[in-house]
């Protein structure tokens, strides 16, 4: 087999994890794909996956095997491209990955208008709260929200959001009116475990900053976990426009608090330090820092 088609076949077992999956979506023979990994495993002198009668997965050698196999096939398609004279040479899967709730409510709309934009592009989201190592899952590039930890990964702020309290109207109806930060105190306070400092709630108005300890009943490191319980009743809870904007307009939840802001978490894309953004995940980005 040609080594390009090779390290095609290769990139599939990888993204798949399995040699018949692999084979069925490139139509091939599961004999062919077995036998492509192990002339390039042959070719390069070591062993790239771990074969088991349930699983496929790379070794360490496959694993920065992959990262530079994708970075040839990126080259040779966006080659490939230009001579069809396909737009932008924008080819093949761009994978990224982002946190649950805000993939679900944003990520996935924005990549849905990127795919529709570049016909040739075809966009896998992966979704998870934790911090996944993205050349293992193979992700071009991972979208994070708040501040990043010194985690040697490359980075670009793509976007700001903030935490702002809010709580239904039956809620706020049996407690006196909400006028100041200070006024949260000994209200039932729904804390986000994420933060730093969870209990620790900051707000400014122009010059003038307040903070307040608060406390309650539910506790959770998931945002979307806090917005059922603010949805319940239950308490003032922190949570992003993206997530209540729908609850605001129906009057289901309220933002309590108008005229004090919380401060901004940023949006970053970030990818591994030892590469440079393909040309799908550099338009990805471009895309997002737009506002598209």
């Not at 209990?199 to 806090?226: C, K, M, N, Q, Y």
């Not at 605001?248 to 440079?276: D, F, K, Q, S, Y």
Request: net charge neutral; glycine share 8%.
């Amino acid at each position: 087999m040609d080594r390009i088609d090779a390290l095609r076949v290769f990139r599939r077992v990888a993204e798949t994890q399995s040699f018949t999956r692999a084979a069925a979506e490139l139509g091939l023979g599961q004999p062919t794909v077995s036998r492509a990994v192990a002339e390039l495993e042959a070719a390069f002198g070591g062993q790239l996956v771990r074969r088991t009668t349930r699983a496929v997965s790379l070794t360490e050698a496959g694993v920065q095997f992959h990262a530079r196999a994708l970075r040839i096939l990126e080259e040779v398609e966006a080659a490939e491209a230009e001579v069809r004279g396909l737009e932008a040479a924008l080819i093949g899967l761009l994978r990224v990955q982002a946190p649950v709730s805000y993939g679900r409510a944003v990520v996935a709309g924005q990549l849905a208008r990127f795919a529709a934009r570049h016909a040739h592009v075809r966009v896998d989201l992966l979704l998870s709260d934790a911090m996944v190592d993205l050349a293992a899952e193979g992700c071009d590039l991972a979208i994070r929200v708040g501040e990043l930890p010194d985690s040697g990964l490359k980075a670009r702020r793509i976007g700001v959001t903030r935490r702002d309290p809010h709580a239904t109207p039956a809620f706020l109806a049996r407690h006196a009116p909400l006028s100041h930060p200070h006024d949260l105190a000994g209200l039932p306070c729904l804390v986000f475990t994420r933060l730093r400092a969870p209990r620790l709630w900051r707000f400014h108005r122009g010059d003038e900053t307040a903070s307040v300890e608060i406390d309650g009943p539910f506790r959770s490191d998931s945002i979307e976990a806090l917005h059922a319980a603010a949805l319940q009743g239950l308490g003032v809870a922190p949570a992003p426009a993206w997530l209540v904007a729908d609850d605001l307009a129906a009057g289901r939840l309220v933002r309590v608090l108008e005229g004090w802001e919380t401060p901004a978490a940023p949006i970053h894309a970030v990818w591994p330090a030892g590469r440079e953004l393909g040309a799908k995940a550099r338009a990805f980005v471009e895309f997002v820092a737009a506002g598209a």
